[in-house]
């Protein structure tokens, strides 16, 4: 019970510290339609991150292992079943829309959005359940 209750207090710790680092900087666009991500691809300040991209650089954020080929399907396939894009985003790469802003639509899923704060811990967590499966 001891190391259950020390493991999810090194858990909680750790979602804490790396939430604000994973995908900081990826701003996305999540009212943007099918058709608008397609004409944004096509330009060089914009940059598809798959669901797979996401969870075989994670452990570079929050300090823990890197997940094996295996792990990071499970991964993309939980984090589908809880309704993240199975093609992920298509993100902006020459910049940081909106940095430093106060603004809290940042987060809405409405428009303008950072994955941080759209799906940050969602992300962390799953790395972490698929660690600990292993």
């Known amino acids: 019970m001891r190391r259950l209750f020390a493991s999810l207090v090194l858990s909680a710790t750790l979602l804490a510290v790396a939430v604000p680092i994973v995908a900081a900087h990826e701003c996305v666009i999540s009212s943007r339609s099918a058709q ?8 060089d300040r914009w940059a598809p991150l798959t669901l797979g991209d996401v969870f075989g650089f994670i452990h570079t954020a929050v300090g823990g292992p890197a997940l094996t080929p295996d792990q990071i399907n ?3 396939e939980i984090a589908v079943d809880q309704g993240l894009p199975a093609d992920g985003w298509l ?3 020459d910049k940081t829309i909106g940095e430093g802003s106060k603004n809290p639509n940042l987060a809405d899923g409405k428009g303008l959005d950072h994955l941080e704060a759209l799906v940050g811990e969602q992300i962390v967590s799953i790395y972490f359940q698929v660690v600990g499966a292993g």
Not at 36 to 43: L, Q, R
């Open 91 to 93: 993100i902006r790469i």
């Open 74 to 76: 499970e991964a993309v």
């Open 36 to 43: 608008g991500n397609t004409g944004a691809d096509h330009s």
